[in-house]
């Protein structure tokens, strides 16, 4: 009986960042209530399989304020950022085995169409570069 | 869809069409071995056609190949007429969704308790859930527990012939039975905990992959019997032991004592996720692991060694001591006992262990014994002690770190 070949393993963090675009924003928030339905089984589906660490939606982007380091001191300014038509709404964060299993998990995400996914592997504490500076001083 | 995304989909959908295929045939070894081949057949065929519905695929392959085996095994024919009726479904078109989930969960939970059943060995028990309800494979189980894999196969094989000789019926178990026998599956994934948390033998003293396999197995138990304090109390234990893992190793895999460890390196949401998981488990009076929990959480929310409330450590041992008596949380009792009332109080419960000789052949009897000479000024029966205690650890990481404390004793 052949079993799946399995690369060496580590576990690892991963982090599904929900990118929405105005219209993708909107077009959830006209089925608010099936949105969070939907997610809310979702989630229920992540804690039965023991990957989730985390969730969280963020409010409306409008009411943000956004801290530029652009200049020589940090300027203030409110809402969003500038041009960027991809705005982050929120996250699952999960420990699962491999960045493919992290993707499986995304696809299942119910995401209204126009939106994205963005799967990042969250980095370890001893993964800081050497000399970067802050290592241990986090 | 390569070898790394049929790996993905296993891990994520493994547990629950073993699940279903036991509900439909009644048989956990021929339903696992058709899951795996439902796996094998992905591996050819998803590289060329990636499925529309991985998961359903799997079923559906793993249905059909049940029912091949079924269809072989003339003794089956009943079963074989009830599955029968679903064989017209395409595996290309099927989907999950036909899959009552209230079903599935308890699927998944008895297929927990069959797999920690008590006919079976604590070794079959270990094997047999990281297979079948973890989706590892032999290979991987064998590298975990640092045994041969043909050990791994036999106790699998054997494991699932002892289940079907006494009969095991897939099911919950009854109401009376129900808290002993979830004892027993908490028992088996703590002992996969513990060997990831703290392992037995080899060169590393932590293998973070076989504890991050049993936390995940304990959060499943904590999503699927959540009104049971001891599971989350086991979540807790797991979940603030795992939190200092970052600090519990040197660059160089030397491990750190818990005094020395930098807490800033301690995993700050493990650490809150472990006492919302404390919290739930308090409810009624405390049980073994949610008091364990209770201690990890005091040193867990403490800045030093010297700033840890020792006296809540000691009372929390003391009613540990009372709930689950055993010689290795007498030893506990004792390092926190040093603490709060100096060693030689500490010293006189360990001599008792000793004269009583309830820890045999462990090396932490004399690795406590050793350190509270050395703080009571017997640097040389110290020594001997540590040295004694060498000798008898099995780690190699912690051997060391022994012989070298051993030596700046004179």
Same mark, same amino acid.
């Given at each position: ?40 089984r ?97 | ?52 519905n991985?998961a359903g695929?799997?079923m ?33 078109a099927a989907s999950v969704e036909d899959v009552d989930p209230?079903?599935i ?147 160089? *895999? ?7 460890? &930098?807490?800033? %390196?301690?995993? @700050?949401? +493990?650490?809150?996720? /472990?006492? !919302? ?43 540990? *001591? ?7 949380? &007498?030893?506990? %009792?004792?390092? @926190?006992? +040093?603490?709060?009332? /100096?060693? !030689? ?60 404390? +051993?030596?700046?004793?004179?």
């Open positions: 009986v052949a079993t799946p070949p399995k690369e060496e393993k580590a576990m690892a963090k991963y982090m599904l960042i929900m990118r929405g675009t105005d219209e993708s924003n909107a077009a959830m928030m006209a089925s608010i209530d099936e949105a969070m339905a939907a997610t809310g979702l989630i229920e589906e992540m804690m039965k399989a023991g990957v989730l660490l985390a969730a969280e939606g963020l409010d409306d982007p409008g009411q943000g304020v956004v801290v530029d380091f652009g200049g020589d001191a940090p300027v203030v300014t409110d809402g969003p950022y500038g041009e960027t038509r991809e705005l982050f709404g929120g996250y699952f964060l999960l420990d699962v085995a491999s960045k493919q299993e992290a993707v499986e998990w995304a696809r299942q995400v119910p995401a209204v169409r126009g939106s994205k996914i963005e799967v990042r592997r969250v980095a370890e504490a001893d993964e800081v570069p050497p000399g970067s500076g802050n290592s241990g001083q986090l | 869809m390569g070898t790394a995304d049929v790996e993905a989909v296993w891990r994520v959908e493994s547990a629950r069409i073993v699940a279903a295929l036991t509900r439909f045939t009644g048989d956990v070894g021929l339903a696992e071995d058709a899951t795996q081949e439902a796996a094998a057949e992905a591996l050819v065929s998803w590289p060329q056609a990636s499925p529309a991985p695929w799997l559906a392959t793993a249905r059909r190949r049940a029912i091949d085996t079924i269809r072989r095994r003339t003794a089956l024919r009943d079963r074989y007429a009830l599955l029968a009726v679903d064989t017209a479904v395409d595996p290309a209230d079903r969960d308890d699927d998944v939970l008895a297929l927990m308790f069959v797999s920690c059943h008590p006919v079976l060995s604590p070794a079959a028990r270990v094997a047999l859930t990281l297979r079948v309800v973890g989706g590892l494979s032999s290979e991987e189980v064998a590298r975990a527990f640092l045994v041969p894999v043909a050990t791994v196969q036999a106790r699998i094989t054997r494991a699932k012939k002892t289940i079907a000789a006494a009969g095991v019926p897939f099911e919950l178990p009854p109401a009376g039975e129900r808290r002993a026998r979830l004892g027993g599956v908490l028992s088996v994934l703590y002992s996969i905990f513990t060997e990831g948390s703290t392992a037995t033998s080899g060169d590393h003293l932590l293998r973070p992959d076989v504890a991050y396999e049993a936390i995940r197995l304990v959060r499943t138990l904590a999503a699927l019997q959540p009104d049971e304090p001891e599971v989350h109390g086991l979540l807790a234990l797991c979940e603030l032991t795992a939190a200092r893992f970052p600090a519990r190793t040197d660059p160089d *895999g030397t491990p750190v004592l818990l005094e020395d460890q &930098d807490r800033r %390196r301690w995993d @700050a949401a +493990a650490i809150r996720r /472990g006492l !919302a998981a404390l919290t739930r488990a308090s409810t009624g009076g405390p049980g073994p692991y949610a008091l364990q929990a209770a201690i990890a959480a005091t040193h867990a929310s403490a800045p030093s060694a010297e700033a840890t409330d020792w006296d809540r450590i000691v009372l929390l041992y003391d009613a540990l *001591g009372r709930v689950a008596p055993s010689p290795v949380v &007498d030893l506990n %009792r004792a390092v @926190a006992v +040093a603490m709060t009332s /100096g060693p !030689a109080r500490a010293l006189a419960i360990v001599e008792e262990l000793v004269s009583a000789d309830r820890l045999p052949r462990s090396h932490l009897v004399p690795t406590v014994r050793g350190e509270l000479l050395a703080r009571l000024g017997r640097p040389a029966e110290a020594r001997a002690e540590l040295e004694l205690a060498a000798g008898l650890c099995a780690n190699q990481r912690e051997r060391s770190v022994l012989l070298r404390r +051993a030596a700046t004793l004179s």
